[in-house]
């Protein structure tokens, strides 16, 4: 599919990017992927379009990118599932996901933030302060959320390097919040409407809100094709689709993964798996798992299980619902909108019982043997409600294994064992 | 069939021999620096039809000497329940890690917790302070179990707790309040676990640890059910892992 070995070093010196230590990371996240991806056995064909598109991570995507701004078009950088994708491309600007799932240059984040801060946060400050994400130097801006204390308080420093702006997100689900909730929308739409200099129109949002489903539609076939035993797909590989989801272009993502979910649905009609029949299913819950983040599933898949369903941010959270497509004018789809993303069962929100009944109804649907609870360190929220995961999945008669743990990897070692241990015991 | 199990401690080397799931030799060495080198005079030194490896070292070892391997908290459940039937928990304080493990009926594992991260609470931790305070464990042991309280340590740390028993010792502090207050707060943390995993008796204390008098006594003290010591403590492990081969006659 490449014209092999495109050099695109001028690109990212544009856009500012340092590039020693932007080369030193596209060379570590390769020999990552390569570790965790291309070891794999029976990876279904379809994969190949996701093998490619993580060897042009900075280069052909970044070229798009930077092609469609130099035609006037606007890039929104955004963190979190609760930022409306809709509004964003009926405005004519493209969406690109800033989390970040690696330890990047943490020695000059802890010069502006307290060193027990989650990786997630810390992860994307060292990208920035680093410049070696050309994603981040593609946002023209860069939209927060006040999700959680880590993040409110990065946005601000954040603030300092970067055109930031934050959508205040309510932290229940009442009726005023709704409300509130609702108005947040309207000024997302105005401040997209003023960065893109576009209007939004019936049918601009109504175009968006099908091209956005469509694309959770096709992520919602890959989930279901593996309530299957044998899975038809790994959970590596198909956190991998919902991780590059977040930046990937809309109808060409959708497009091929329809196409892999095609094949999925063969494999299971012909019985064909991943792995063995039998191999014990996992369900992961938790925080957010950012590219290049496959700690976790790599762990597990390594020790002979397979993960068949992730109830996370890059995983069930981001795909299970979507916007109804209803509504004739903007004010009712924005109704809509804002219903849909209030939806969202985060950690940050109280109370939360709509994430645990999702957990076990996930476990359930998908028959599996014990699900892992996830947590990054120092994330107070999904800390908190492990707890009551882990008594929800109990009471439903399985096991839970709780991991709190960062983007490291001085703590594979135990993990392993203690994930090990846990597949033993099941 | 004969199996060997192979325990590659960070501090030990444990091996143990089956014959149709009885024990027919066991062994136990240093790990020093090079466990590698303890475990390959194991594998050496009879015939076997099966290796079955645990620990740490349980991957390296399957490589080199082939054969299958299994965790330790597998294995420690398997041993322990073999050699105690009707036991319920399993608690295991090795030289660099602490493992708790409730188990169900017929031994089947329902949870667990390590800690394997630092040396608190572990013998590691015991001998560094065994060393601060001028005594041997056995004397240590000994020691805390003559004083009739303990001085409260306020760090579970090695580095700090060591820095702490220095300055109590210093300041003219009771060795021997000093040695139980130890080997109290490690009992308490184990404790802990114990009941995170909801615990019950009878409990079987394995490892190098459960040799140590004081610890087995305030942890039969706190413990609510029976705590029983296995004559040979550290190679539950071993037994278990060998235990855990198919064939083995074990079940
Ligand atoms: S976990 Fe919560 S705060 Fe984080 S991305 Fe998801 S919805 Fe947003
Ligand atoms: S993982 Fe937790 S602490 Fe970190 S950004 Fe997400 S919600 Fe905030």
Not at chain 1, 231 to 259: C, E, H, W
Not at chain 1, 379 to 393: F, R
Not at chain 2, 99 to 107: F, H, M, Q, R
Request: net charge negative.
């Amino acid at each position: 599919m490449s014209d092999q070995a495109v050099d695109y070093h001028q690109m990212w010196a544009d856009l500012g990017l340092d590039l020693p230590t932007h080369d030193a990371l596209l060379g570590a996240v390769g020999q990552l992927f390569g570790d965790a991806y291309l070891t794999q056995d029976n990876r279904p064909a379809g994969m190949d379009y996701l093998n490619f598109v993580m060897s042009e991570v900075h280069g052909l995507r970044i070229k798009e990118l930077d092609d469609f701004r130099k035609s006037g078009g606007k890039v929104f950088g955004t963190f979190c599932l609760y930022v409306p994708e809709e509004i964003i491309r009926a405005a004519g600007g493209w969406c690109v996901g800033l989390c970040a799932g690696a330890e990047f240059a943490y020695d000059q984040v802890e010069q502006i933030m307290p060193r027990n801060t989650c990786a997630l946060i810390k992860s994307f400050m060292g990208f920035k302060l680093a410049k070696v994400c050309p994603y981040f130097e593609s946002a023209d801006l860069v939209i927060g959320e006040t999700t959680c204390d880590g993040k409110k308080k990065a946005y601000e420093l954040l603030g300092d390097l970067h055109n930031v702006w934050v959508m205040e997100l309510p932290q229940m689900k009442r009726e005023q919040d709704m409300a509130a909730w609702r108005a947040e929308i309207v000024e997302l739409v105005h401040k997209a409407e003023e960065t893109t200099g576009n209007t939004i129109t019936a049918e601009s949002l109504r175009a968006a809100i099908i091209e956005v489903n469509d694309k959770r539609r096709a992520l919602q076939r890959i989930a279901a094709a593996c309530a299957a035993d044998p899975a038809p797909i790994s959970g590596k590989d198909r956190l991998l689709a919902t991780q590059v989801a977040f930046y990937d272009d809309v109808p060409r993502f959708t497009q091929m993964m329809n196409a892999l979910a095609d094949e999925l649905e063969q494999r299971v009609a012909s019985g064909e798996g991943v792995t063995p029949k039998g191999a014990k299913r996992i369900l992961v819950t938790g925080t957010p798992m950012a590219l290049p983040n496959w700690k976790l599933h790599d762990i597990i898949e390594k020790a002979g299980a397979v993960v068949v369903g992730e109830e996370m941010c890059t995983g069930s959270r981001y795909y299970q619902d979507l916007v109804s497509e209803s509504a004739d004018t903007v004010d009712d789809m924005l109704d809509d909108i804002a219903a849909k993303y209030l939806d969202i069962n985060c950690a940050c929100f109280t109370p939360n019982d709509g994430r645990i009944e999702d957990v076990v109804r996930m476990a359930q649907e998908l028959k599996v043997d014990g699900v892992i609870d996830y947590s990054l360190q120092f994330c107070g929220l999904y800390e908190m409600e492990s707890h009551s995961v882990e008594t929800a999945v109990r009471d439903a008669g399985l096991p839970v294994l709780k991991i709190t743990t960062d983007y490291s990897m001085e703590d594979v070692g135990q993990l392993a064992t203690r994930v090990e241990a846990f597949l033993e015991m099941l | 069939m004969r199996i060997l199990g192979l325990d590659i401690g960070s501090r030990s080397v444990d091996a143990v021999w089956l014959e149709d799931g009885r024990i027919v030799d066991w062994a136990v060495a240093d790990s020093g620096f090079d466990p590698g080198s303890a475990a390959t005079d194991f594998v050496g030194r009879d015939a076997h039809d099966a290796i079955v490896s645990t620990g740490y070292g349980r991957h390296a070892a399957r490589e080199r000497f082939g054969g299958s391997a299994v965790t330790e908290i597998t294995a420690y459940g398997m041993g322990a329940s073999a050699l105690f039937p009707a036991a319920a928990a399993v608690l295991d304080i090795g030289g660099q890690d602490t493992k708790v493990i409730a188990l169900g009926s017929g031994g089947k594992i329902t949870d667990f917790e390590m800690n394997d991260k630092c040396a608190a609470g572990t013998g590691k931790f015991l001998e560094v302070m065994a060393r601060a305070l001028g005594f041997s464990l056995q004397e240590m042991a000994d020691a805390a179990l003559a004083a009739e309280s303990g001085v409260a340590i306020s760090s579970m740390c090695t580095v700090f707790a060591e820095s702490e028993v220095t300055g109590l010792v210093h300041r003219g502090e009771d060795r021997r309040r000093i040695a139980r207050g130890l080997h109290e707060s490690i009992a308490k943390r184990t404790l802990g676990s114990l009941k995170r995993v909801n615990a019950r008796g009878p409990l079987v204390f394995a490892g190098g640890v459960a040799k140590n008098p004081a610890m087995v006594t305030l942890i039969a003290d706190g413990f609510a059910g029976e705590v029983w010591v296995p004559d040979e403590a550290q190679i539950v492990g071993a037994y278990g892992a060998a235990l855990s081969a198919e064939g083995s006659g074990g079940g």
